[in-house]
């Protein structure tokens, strides 16, 4: 896993899990079953992710391993989060943090960090996610690597930015871009420096990437830069189009087309586009970006008759 074979990493997973079963190990069965619930979080297949890290934390209780218990908590969080159970992702978040002593690695605290506060961005407690995700950003800049893991929390402040734009703009609240655009320049200097890891080693970088393809071409669209944005939408497409699973990452392709749909004035393609990314959403079990979708669609719906 941690080299990028995801695929084989879920088969020995399953194999060792197996063998932990069978031999009644618990320590192995509480390993095989975090690194399945890893898998299938980079699968999109989030029901599962949630049900065996959900596994593992039971294991990892019994045998008073703190550090895997914060970890099987992380990935819960995450699962139950795109499953549309926030004040539970929160939670267990905040759960999984506490399990941090003293003796904790910088990335353990970056790692936890950056799912609660993942979590409490889809709760729409912006204020608490950015804190959370700028401590993410703090500790992930204490790794001996220069740091380049701050890349992943400080993409997921550029979506929460984007989120808390879009919510504002439903509730009739004034909207301002500078944050956003400024969030977005500097992801976009960390690619260029090579500094775009991801906090799990292993994780494709490509979906770091995206997220801020996404967030670039939102910020482009709304400061009326329609070719920048287009090239962001493409870049997007193009990364999430090259994965082996991209999941629910295809929503955010829908999104970007949505937001130059919108652009342009073209209802039409905008309510097919939202449309399109509630389906990608669905399918990729990401309850939250469903909902959104539905919303946005149903916000241009209106327009329409108007």
Request: glycine share 8%.
């Amino acid at each position: 896993m941690t080299q990028g074979q995801a695929v084989r990493g879920h088969q020995l997973a399953r194999q060792a899990l197996m063998r932990g079963v069978k031999s009644r190990d618990r320590r192995v069965e509480a390993e095989a079953y975090l690194v399945l619930g890893q898998a299938y979080l980079l699968e999109s297949r989030l029901r599962l992710a949630y049900k065996v890290s959900s596994r593992a934390n039971d294991l990892f209780r019994q045998d008073s391993n703190r550090p895997g218990q914060s970890d099987s908590l992380a990935v819960m969080s995450h699962a139950a989060c795109m499953l549309g159970r926030s004040e539970e992702a929160v939670q267990t978040a905040d759960d999984g943090l506490a399990l941090c002593g003293r003796g904790a690695s910088p990335r353990a605290y970056a790692f936890g960090y950056n799912y609660l506060g993942v979590a409490a961005t889809w709760s729409r407690n912006f204020a608490r996610a950015n804190e959370a995700l700028e401590a993410a950003v703090w500790f992930a800049g204490q790794q001996s690597d220069a740091g380049c893991d701050s890349f992943h929390p400080w993409v997921n402040i550029c979506f929460c930015e984007a989120l808390q734009i879009v919510e504002s703009e439903r509730a009739g609240r004034s909207t301002d871009l500078a944050r956003l655009r400024s969030l977005v320049r500097r992801g976009q200097a960390m690619v260029q420096e090579g500094r775009a890891a991801m906090l799990r080693p292993g994780t494709s970088t490509d979906i770091g990437l995206i997220i801020l393809d996404f967030a670039s071409c939102f910020s482009a669209c709304r400061a009326g830069l329609l070719e920048d944005a287009y090239e962001h939408f493409t870049d997007c497409r193009d990364r999430t189009c090259a994965m082996r699973r991209p999941g629910w990452l295809h929503a955010l392709v829908w999104w970007c087309r949505l937001e130059l749909a919108r652009a342009h004035g073209n209802v039409p393609l905008s309510i097919h586009s939202s449309h399109a990314m509630g389906i990608f959403a669905r399918r990729g079990e990401h309850a939250q970006l469903q909902a959104l979708a539905n919303s946005l669609e149903a916000d241009v719906m209106a327009l329409s008759w108007t």
